[in-house]
C-alpha cells in the first residue's frame, strides 16, 4: 500500500495510507502534557479515529489547549447525557456555565438529590472505565429529523431542519445517538476528569477540567449572585416562550421579531432601573465600580446607568481606571521584559486611591487623562471635578473590583456592579450558545468596524483575552452586589448578518480555520435578523454601530 507524508512540528514523516491518527498519535504522546485527544488536520479541527488518506499538516491536541479542551468538554456532555438516561431514563438540559462549571437540569418529574447526583457519578465512572467507543456516523439529515422525533427529542429535531445539508453527522455512545457542534474524543476513556454537584431541585453543576483553571480543582463555589441572574434570565425566556433558536427562528419566520427586540429591551431597561433604585436608596454609596469580561458591554451599561441616575435627580461622574496607567517610561515590566499593560501594577494605584479619597472629601480634583500615543498621563483643568451632595462617581475598568484600587475607600461606601452576558439562548438540549462565543462574536464585529481588524485577527488573539479574564476578572465576580445580565435574546440574529460573513474571510491555510468555522456551523440554526428595529442605545449597538452614545 502506498505511503503518505505528514508534516509534525516542521518535521516530516512517512506512515501507511489509510492509517488512523489514533494510531500515529502514540509516535507522539511524549511530547504532550496528557493525552491526547484530537487533531488539527490542514488546520481543521477531526477526530482521533480518523483515517489519513493523503498527505498533510498535522498538529495533534491535548486536553490542555482550548481547542483539545473543548473536545473533551463536548464528551463529558455526551458522557453525562448518557448516565443521566441509564440512571434516570430521562434527558437533560445543558444550560449556562456557571464560573467553572455547567449548569444543567435533570427533565425529570421526580425531584433529585445529593444521593442521585452520586449515582450518576458512578455512572459516568463505570461508562469510562467500560472505554465504550464514541463513533461518528453519517445519516440522512431527514432520517435524523425522524430519529430524534421517536426518542422524544423534539428540540433537536425542530432545530435540524433549519439545517440544509442533505446528511449530518451523528455520535453514537453505546445505545445512545446524538448531535453535537463539533468533533468528540473517540472512547469515554479520556474522560477521567470531571464532577458533578447538586444545586437544588432538579439543576446540577457538571464540573468539566477547563484549560483556563490555574489549577484542577474541579470544585463549585456558588455564586447566589449568579444563579439569580440565570433564575431571572430563564423566566423572561420561559414568559416570551423563546428557550431555544428553533423558538426565535418561528419568530423571525413570521416577521414579528420587532416586538420581541421591543419586549427584549424592555425587560433589560427594567432590570438596571432596579439596579440604580438600590444604589440610591442607600445614602451611604458614593461610588458605583463596574467590571465584566471583554465585549460585556461595559461602556454602554456606565452611560446608560448614568442616564437612569439622572433620572433620578444624581449627578454621576464617571471615572476610566485605564486614565491612571502608570506612564510608559516607569511602567514595571511584564514576564517578556515589555512594559505591564493588564496587570494592576500597570496602574497608579496610590494616585487613584488619594484623588477618589479627595473627591469624596469634597476637594476639587484634576483627574488624568491617559495619552496612549505618548504613553503617559496629562493633566488639563477640563478634567477638574467636584462632587456636590448629589454627585455619585461612576468607575468602570477591568480591575475595578480590585481592592489595590480603592482600599482607602470604606466598603459602605462601595456598590460593585459585575456585568456579563449570560448564554442568550440554546440550540438545543445538549447544544448551548456559550457565553463566550456570544462576546467573541461581539468582539470580531466591533473590532472589524471600528479598528479594521479582520476575524482571524480577533481570533488570534482571543486566547489571551481569555487567560486575562480567568486571573484578573471572573474571579471577583463573587464579591458583587448585583450581577447586570447583558445578553439580548435576539442579538444571535443580529449578530449573524455582521459576524457570518466576516467568518467566512478566514483562509483554510489560517491557523484559525476551524474556530472560524465552528461558528459558521453554529449561524447555521439561526435565521438573521435585520438591525433595523434595534433601539440606538441598545448594548449591542455598541458593537454593530449605531449607538446614541457617540464615542462608542
Not at 392 to 406: C, M, P
Amino acid at each position: 500500500m502506498a505511503n503518505i507524508k505528514i508534516k509534525h512540528k516542521d518535521e516530516q514523516y512517512e506512515y501507511e495510507k489509510g492509517t488512523t491518527l489514533l494510531d500515529i498519535a502514540k509516535d507522539f504522546k511524549k511530547d504532550y502534557e496528557s493525552e491526547i485527544i484530537a487533531a488539527l488536520v490542514n488546520n481543521r479541527l477531526v477526530s482521533l479515529e480518523t483515517k489519513m488518506t493523503r498527505s498533510g499538516n498535522v498538529e495533534f491536541l491535548d486536553a490542555t489547549t482550548p481547542l483539545g479542551n473543548r473536545t473533551y468538554v463536548r464528551g463529558l456532555y455526551f458522557l453525562f447525557i448518557k448516565a443521566v438516561k441509564d440512571v434516570l431514563n430521562c434527558d437533560v438540559k445543558i444550560m449556562h456555565l456557571v464560573g467553572d462549571g455547567v449548569y444543567c437540569e435533570i427533565l425529570t418529574n421526580n425531584l433529585i438529590s445529593e444521593v442521585t447526583v452520586e449515582k450518576i457519578k458512578l455512572k459516568m465512572r463505570d461508562l469510562v472505565e467500560e472505554k465504550l467507543p464514541i463513533t461518528k456516523i453519517t445519516v440522512s439529515r431527514l432520517d435524523a429529523i425522524d430519529y430524534f422525533t421517536k426518542v422524544n427529542q423534539p428540540d433537536k429535531a425542530e432545530s435540524l431542519r433549519f439545517i440544509s445539508n442533505s446528511s449530518i453527522s451523528l455520535y453514537k455512545l453505546d445505545d445512545t445517538l446524538d448531535y453535537f457542534y463539533g468533533v468528540l474524543p473517540c472512547n469515554t476513556s479520556y474522560l477521567t476528569k470531571f464532577n458533578v454537584k447538586y444545586l437544588k431541585e432538579n439543576k446540577v453543576i457538571l464540573l468539566p477540567p477547563y484549560v483556563f483553571l490555574s489549577e484542577e480543582k474541579l470544585k463549585f463555589e456558588k455564586n447566589e449572585k449568579l444563579i439569580r441572574a440565570i433564575e431571572r434570565n430563564d423566566i423572561y425566556l420561559n414568559n416570551l416562550k423563546i428557550n431555544t433558536s428553533v423558538d426565535l427562528n418561528n419568530t423571525i419566520s413570521t416577521g414579528k421579531y420587532g416586538d420581541i427586540i421591543r419586549m427584549t429591551e424592555v425587560i433589560q431597561n427594567n432590570r438596571m432601573f432596579e439596579i440604580v433604585d438600590k444604589i440610591t436608596k442607600n445614602k451611604d454609596l458614593k461610588i458605583v465600580l463596574i467590571t465584566g469580561p471583554s465585549s460585556s458591554g461595559k461602556t454602554t451599561t456606565s452611560k446608560k446607568l448614568s442616564l437612569f441616575m439622572r433620572s433620578k435627580g444624581f449627578e454621576p461622574i464617571p471615572i476610566s481606571v485605564d486614565d491612571f496607567y502608570t506612564d510608559m517610561k516607569d511602567r514595571v515590566l511584564d514576564k517578556n521584559g515589555k512594559p505591564e499593560i493588564e496587570r494592576i501594577e500597570a496602574f497608579d494605584t496610590n494616585q487613584f486611591n488619594k484623588k477618589i479619597s479627595e473627591l469624596l472629601d469634597g476637594k476639587e480634583v484634576v483627574l488624568p487623562k491617559y495619552n496612549f500615543i505618548e504613553g503617559k498621563q496629562e493633566f488639563n483643568d477640563k478634567n477638574k471635578i467636584k462632587m456636590k451632595d448629589n454627585s455619585i462617581l461612576i468607575i468602570e475598568g477591568i480591575h475595578a473590583f480590585n481592592e489595590k484600587l480603592t482600599e482607602m475607600i470604606p466598603s459602605k461606601n462601595k456598590f460593585k456592579l459585575y456585568i456579563c452576558p449570560l448564554t442568550p439562548i440554546s440550540i438545543d438540549n445538549h447544544n448551548l450558545f456559550k457565553m463566550t462565543d456570544n462576546r467573541l462574536l461581539r468582539r470580531i464585529v466591533r473590532d472589524n468596524r471600528t479598528r479594521g481588524a479582520s476575524a482571524s485577527q480577533t481570533l488570534k488573539m482571543w486566547k489571551k483575552v481569555r487567560e486575562i479574564e480567568e486571573e484578573m476578572i471572573v474571579p471577583y465576580s463573587n464579591e458583587a452586589d448585583e450581577i447586570f445580565n447583558t445578553s439580548l435574546m435576539y442579538e444571535l440574529g443580529v449578530l449573524k448578518t455582521y459576524a457570518e460573513p466576516l467568518l467566512f474571510s478566514v483562509a483554510e491555510d489560517d491557523p484559525n480555520y476551524d474556530d472560524a468555522i465552528r461558528l459558521i456551523n453554529m449561524f447555521r440554526v439561526i435565521l438573521g435578523i435585520p438591525s433595523d428595529d434595534v433601539p440606538n442605545d441598545s448594548i449591542i449597538r455598541e458593537f454593530i454601530g449605531g449607538s446614541c452614545f457617540k464615542d462608542l
